[in-house]
């Protein structure tokens, strides 16, 4: 049998969707093997956002080249375009793609948030009205997880009722975070394919501890159903102290023998910081975004290429980076294509997308070998090595008792 074929094979799980085994701790941080019908994963584990089944600017197998794990898409824009029968008839959404390992599929209640004015939100779903032609969508928690049965990823989120984390109205977090609860009900119901696909939970409740609390405990209460959680409502411009507290109070509540994802979170710091706060997963389209505006991700924070400075500089990226970019191409080459040849922002993507992966190998070793704290006192010290570090990281990083 062809190698590449025999790893496309979906892996026998006893009848379960996934497998999880915490290979290590280290304060409150974890080294996980989550092993997925497609992929066996390791975490601390950065996915990268396909929204429409593509990673802007790269193919799938230059994604397998930077040992991507898992690759998340959308269930409401897939099903805008090209919509989930073609995907049912491809066999899925990893066959549509050519993508043999892990997927990961939103559940559409991100949209409430970033298409707010396109949506009317009620107990029965939400109704979109689409940006492509005007027509409407209603998403119900049953059509959610009908389109992502069909699309086939390995693991589906739960349709929750989102609210943006700057929100002003504190009924509304209320509801929501009862409506939630709500809303899981229906999902595990209406979920037809559980041995095969992961069904996660989604924390709601704002900032509010008390909301947030009583969303955990209704979520336990339904762990029997649950493979796995994650902690939404965060990332959309909330002060990063609240951030930190609402994932540190979710995570010490949150099962230990299931993988804990923090939804929306891609900056390098914030990964190391909710990693010692004991979350396992994370997504964001930032390092493919950034990218596209000239920025690398270097171990001292960002790089920016648009900068006259770049002109004649002549080194790689960053010298530690052992990705084709920074083999190849010095960071002249790149200030001078970055505003003038689409795949300039392709390459930038590359490195940037590598970065991650190789931040998250890194973690996932130091926890290992319990060295974790050095690992983050190092890489805060290369972030400021003046000193300057955030009061909100310092904060953070105590409550994993580690000092900066």
């Known amino acids: 049998m062809d190698p590449a074929e025999d790893a496309a094979r979906p892996a026998d799980l ?31 584990m950065f996915m990268p956002v396909g929204t429409q089944g593509t ?39 990893p066959s549509f793609m050519n993508w043999k390992r892990g997927t990961l599929t939103d559940s559409g209640g991100f949209q409430m948030v970033s298409l707010l004015d396109l949506a009317d939100i009620t107990e029965e779903g939400v109704a979109f009205q689409s ?22 990823a390995d693991i589906m989120m739960a349709l929750d009722d989102v609210v943006s984390s700057v929100c002003v109205e504190d009924a509304r977090f209320e509801e929501a975070t009862h409506r939630t609860l709500r809303w899981i009900d229906r999902c595990i119901a209406a979920h037809s394919r559980p041995s095969e696909q992961a069904l996660f939970g989604i924390v709601q409740g704002g900032l509010d501890p008390r909301l947030r609390g009583i969303c955990l405990e209704g979520l336990k209460a339904r762990d029997d159903k649950l493979p796995g959680y994650a902690i939404g409502g965060l990332a959309g411009g909330e002060e990063k102290a609240a951030f930190c507290r609402v994932v540190s109070q979710c995570t010490a509540a949150l099962p230990p023998n299931k993988p804990r994802y923090v939804m929306g979170v891609g900056y390098p710091l914030d990964l190391v910081v909710c990693s010692a706060l004991g979350a396992d997963m994370y997504d964001c ?27 004649t500089d002549y080194r790689p990226i960053d010298s530690e980076c052992d990705c084709l970019v920074c083999k190849k191409y010095t960071r002249a080459y790149l200030h001078a294509k970055i505003t003038k040849e689409p795949n300039a922002a392709s390459l930038l993507t ?39 570090v955030p009061d909100w990281v310092r904060e953070a990083l105590q409550l994993a008792q580690i000092d900066v």
């Open 285 to 311: 389209v930032y390092p493919s975004r950034t990218a596209r505006f000239g920025t690398a991700l270097v171990p001292e924070g960002v790089l920016r290429l648009k900068t006259a400075a770049m002109a």
């Open 131 to 152: 940006p492509v032609d005007g027509s409407q969508m209603m998403l119900t928690p049953e059509r959610s997880m009908q389109i992502q049965n069909d699309i086939g």
């Open 55 to 93: 990673v802007k600017g790269l193919t799938s197998k230059q994604l397998e080249e930077l040992e991507c794990q898992v690759i998340l898409g959308n269930t409401y824009h897939l099903e805008n375009r090209p919509g989930s029968a073609l995907l049912r008839e491809f066999g899925g959404l």
């Open 14 to 44: 006893g009848g379960a969707a996934l497998k999880f085994e915490v290979l290590a701790t280290d304060g409150r941080a974890r080294a996980t093997r989550l092993t997925l019908r497609h992929h066996d994963c390791r975490t601390p």
């Open 350 to 388: 590359y490195h940037n997308i590598r970065y991650q992966m190789r931040l998250c190998q890194d973690m996932h070793q130091a926890i290992l070998s319990h060295e974790f704290t050095p690992f983050v006192q190092n890489f805060v010290r290369r972030q400021y090595p003046n000193g300057d």
